[in-house]
Structures are given as structure tokens and as C-alpha cells.
């Protein structure tokens, strides 16, 4: 864990103690220390760095001092809200490749992403060059069109039979001409990874606009994968992962101007009475 303490910082608040998730601190002689008997239930969230009020805290080589301060920097309730009501599944995207780094810059914040238990066992699988994404866009058509001969397409998705034919016409129904694709995978027998994965993926959906990138949760292209055994292997995971979900991004054709307008969710107010 390499937990340290800067003495002349640390100012015995206790916070890192009382936040920590597994408890596997304690405070002695007004310095936090590490329990030994539950040093192993650690789960790496580095809860007790953040909580520091002081920055006095580092665990696993982390240096606070390179921590951005919170909550400086946070957005405004309004401009999340308008962020959150604006956001538009993209179907329209100019062809030209997003810069290498743009895209990493919008990755980078993925790191934070919550996952069930810490365990943060996903694997992102990245297409940022057009052509490789032409090349797996050439692939998935190409296994529908065998499957639908071979009788392989289960009823309920046979809608997709007919995706190969509009392909043949110029018409990219599934990945609607995207040049840039995110699969996100994670361990089958992980404690939550469907969850984990649809996390990652909209907290993508909602920095992406910030880099002036459009985004389509691409339900078609996750429907194929099903289909064409091919479109899995093909993302060379590592064994045990499979692909939860697959979002498209890049330059939208389109703009917005305008929210829409939606009744808001049921909502039900939970209730327990006594016995």
C-alpha cells in the first residue's frame, strides 16, 4: 500500500479514517496507521488521499500534490442540467479522424469511473483509425449476410436480415458511416460488470460533447455481435471478457439548437410502515 504520512501536514483530523470504506485505518497518537490483520481488504479507492484536507496523505506512490482541488473547477447545477437535457444521439458524423490525443483527453477521466467493489476490471477496446473501423464495419455486414443465408439470425433479431441489403445500397444503418468506435468488456463473473461497463460508457456520452464529439449508444452493433461470432473475436479480448456495449463518436454533420422537451420518469416515493 506504501501508506505515508507527512507529519508536518497531517493535522490528526481523523477524516481518512472515518471515510475509509473497509476500515483498515486507525488513528494512533494522532497519526493515521494501518491496521495490519485488514491490510488486505483494501480496495484501492484512495478515499483517505481525497478526503486529506491537507494533502498529507499518499498511498500506493500517489502524490497528492498532483491531485486536481475540489471543488474548484465544478460546474454550475444549470450547466449540467442543460448538458444533460441537450445530449443527442448522433447519426450524422463528418468523416474526418479525431485527433489521437483529443481522444485520449477524453478517455483520461474514465479512470474515475465507478466499478462494483473497486474492481475495475474492464478493458477498453478503442477504434480510432477509419479505416480499421471501415474494416469492422465490412465484417459485421458480411457475417449478417451469411448468417440470414445460413438461417442463423434468431427470430427476434430478425430485423437484421435486412441491414447487409441496405449496405449494398450505400447505407450504413448499424454504425451510420462513425469513424471512431468504444467497446467496453469486463469480466462475465465480476460482481456487477454489465453495470460497470454502461457507467464508463455514459460518463464517455457526457464528456464527448465537451470535445465537440457526438456520440450512439450503438444497440445494433451490440445485437450483431450476438449474431457474428466473428465481431467479438475480432476485439482480441483477453479470456473471461465479453463485450457489454459499444458506443460510436466523432464530429457530428448535425447540430442542435434546442432541447426537447419530456414528461419526467414515474416516480415513486418509497414508504415503509411499521409492523
Given at each position: 500500500?506504501?501508506?505515508?504520512i507527512d507529519a ?5 483530523c481523523?477524516e ?9 485505518l486507525t488513528?494512533?497518537s494522532g497519526r ?7 491490510k ?13 484536507p491537507?494533502a498529507a496523505?499518499s498511498?500506493?506512490g500517489?502524490d497528492?500534490?498532483k491531485s486536481?482541488?475540489?471543488?474548484e473547477?465544478l460546474?454550475?447545477q444549470?450547466q449540467m442540467e442543460r448538458?444533460l437535457?441537450?445530449?443527442r444521439?448522433v447519426r450524422?458524423?463528418k ?8 481522444i485520449?483527453r477524453?478517455?483520461?477521466p474514465?479512470?474515475a ?9 474492464m ?10 473501423m471501415q474494416q469492422y ?6 457475417g449478417?449476410e451469411l448468417?440470414?443465408n445460413g438461417?442463423r439470425?434468431p427470430?427476434h433479431?430478425?430485423f437484421?436480415?435486412k441491414?447487409p441489403?441496405?449496405w449494398?445500397?450505400?447505407r450504413?444503418l448499424?454504425?451510420?458511416?462513425a ?14 460488470p ?6 464508463l460508457?455514459?460518463?464517455?456520452d ?6 465537440g464529439?457526438g456520440?450512439?449508444?450503438c444497440?445494433?452493433a ?6 457474428v461470432?466473428?465481431l ?5 479480448l483477453?479470456?473471461?471478457?465479453r463485450p457489454?456495449?459499444v458506443?460510436l463518436?466523432?464530429?457530428p454533420?448535425v447540430r442542435y439548437?434546442?432541447?426537447v ?9 418509497l ?5
Amino acid at each position: 500500500m506504501d501508506l505515508l504520512i507527512d507529519a508536518q501536514r497531517c493535522i490528526g483530523c481523523g477524516e481518512c479514517v472515518q471515510d475509509c470504506p473497509v476500515g483498515i485505518l486507525t488513528l494512533e497518537s494522532g497519526r493515521p496507521e494501518v491496521i495490519p490483520e485488514r491490510k488486505e481488504h483494501c480496495i484501492a479507492c484512495q478515499h483517505c488521499l481525497a478526503v486529506c484536507p491537507t494533502a498529507a496523505l499518499s498511498i500506493f506512490g500517489v502524490d497528492p500534490d498532483k491531485s486536481l482541488p475540489l471543488p474548484e473547477g465544478l460546474p454550475e447545477q444549470s450547466q449540467m442540467e442543460r448538458l444533460l437535457l441537450g445530449r443527442r444521439s448522433v447519426r450524422r458524423f463528418k468523416p474526418d479522424r479525431v485527433h489521437p490525443a483529443d481522444i485520449d483527453r477524453v478517455l483520461a477521466p474514465l479512470a474515475a469511473s465507478p466499478t462494483g467493489r473497486n474492481n475495475r476490471d474492464m478493458v477498453l477496446t478503442l477504434v480510432d483509425d477509419p479505416d480499421v473501423m471501415q474494416q469492422y464495419r465490412k465484417l459485421t455486414y458480411h457475417g449478417l449476410e451469411l448468417a440470414a443465408n445460413g438461417d442463423r439470425i434468431p427470430e427476434h433479431l430478425a430485423f437484421l436480415a435486412k441491414f447487409p441489403e441496405q449496405w449494398s445500397q450505400g447505407r450504413d444503418l448499424i454504425y451510420r458511416n462513425a469513424p471512431h468506435m468504444l467497446v467496453v468488456s469486463a469480466l462475465e463473473d465480476g460482481p456487477t460488470p454489465e453495470a460497470d461497463c454502461f457507467i464508463l460508457l455514459s460518463q464517455f456520452d457526457l464528456l464527448a460533447p465537451t470535445a465537440g464529439l457526438g456520440t450512439l449508444w450503438c444497440g445494433f452493433a451490440h445485437m450483431a455481435m450476438r449474431v457474428v461470432p466473428e465481431l467479438p473475436m475480432a476485439l482480441q479480448l483477453p479470456d473471461g471478457y465479453r463485450p457489454m456495449y459499444v458506443m460510436l463518436f466523432g464530429y457530428p454533420a448535425v447540430r442542435y439548437h434546442r432541447t426537447v422537451q419530456r414528461e419526467s420518469f414515474p416516480i415513486r416515493r418509497l414508504r415503509l410502515t411499521g409492523r
